[in-house]
């Protein structure tokens, strides 16, 4: 089966300017997540899916970031306006379980870089 | 607000020798995930510990999860340069069920 996907892989874009970044999970899976790594720091939560309702959208570190999963399929994360600190490794991940300890796939992330 | 200490952060070994990263919280975790990551790729999950005091084997890998589910350990015997890699532990807990909580990482360098 297709894995998760991620796109673009990499996006270079200024300061002030919006970026779109897509995940298309694995077929089936109703959880989706959004995680984000800034250099240095460990990868950090951002926001978790059941199917297209936010469960969990504590990690959302403030209101530029917009995210969207209509229809319960793929999902879109919105940066408007990009900040310099907005620099990282957008990963997605995707698990078919609501229990305890999913079985999480990532996909190969987006390397975002705001100059 | 959960975290996870891992150590050590860097670890350069020759081939055939043993070794063992730590993961550890003062938060009790309701699993505990290993993950391996290559440059350019997402995390890879090599397992998952439930309970405590488990363990898990996947070959070399050994993986263990402390009885009060705090902590867990990643021991590789005989380290072999295709074991070189970023390991990553995380957990879930708490109230947000599925959100993982991460450590910083390994980064880990198995020369020949």
């Known amino acids: 089966e297709a894995g998760v996907t991620q796109f673009p892989s990499h996006s270079v874009i200024e300061k002030g300017q919006t970026v779109t970044l897509r995940c298309d999970p694995i077929?089936?899976?109703?959880?989706l997540y959004w995680y984000r790594r800034v250099m240095g720091k460990e990868i950090k939560f951002l926001l978790h899916?059941?199917?297209?309702?936010?469960q969990d959208e504590s990690g959302m570190p403030n209101n530029r970031f917009l995210a969207e999963r209509t229809g319960g399929t793929y999902s879109t994360l919105k940066v408007q306006p990009a900040e310099l600190e907005d620099s990282g490794v957008y990963f997605c991940?995707?698990?078919?379980?609501?229990?305890w300890g999913p079985g999480y796939t990532f996909g190969s992330g987006t390397r975002l870089t705001v100059v | 607000t959960q975290l996870l200490e891992q150590s050590p952060q860097f670890l350069s070994i020759q081939e055939g020798e043993n070794l063992t990263v730590y993961c550890n919280s003062s938060?009790?975790?309701?699993?505990l995930q290993w993950y391996r990551q290559e440059p350019g790729e997402g995390p890879v999950l090599l397992v998952t510990?439930?309970?405590?005091?488990e363990v898990k084997k996947l070959k070399r890998l050994t993986f263990q999860f402390g009885d009060a589910r705090k902590d867990s350990s990643l021991h590789i015997t005989a380290a072999q340069p295709g074991d070189t890699g970023l390991y990553l532990c995380?957990?879930?807990?708490?109230?947000?069920?599925?959100?993982?909580?991460f450590g910083q990482g390994t980064i880990l360098t198995v020369h020949p």
């Open positions: 991940a995707s698990s078919p379980g609501l229990r």
């Open positions: 510990v439930v309970t405590g005091g």
């Open positions: 077929s089936g899976h109703d959880n």
């Open positions: 938060s009790v975790f309701s699993s």
């Open positions: 995380a957990g879930t807990g708490g109230t947000s069920y599925g959100k993982l909580t």
């Open positions: 899916f059941v199917k297209e309702s936010k």
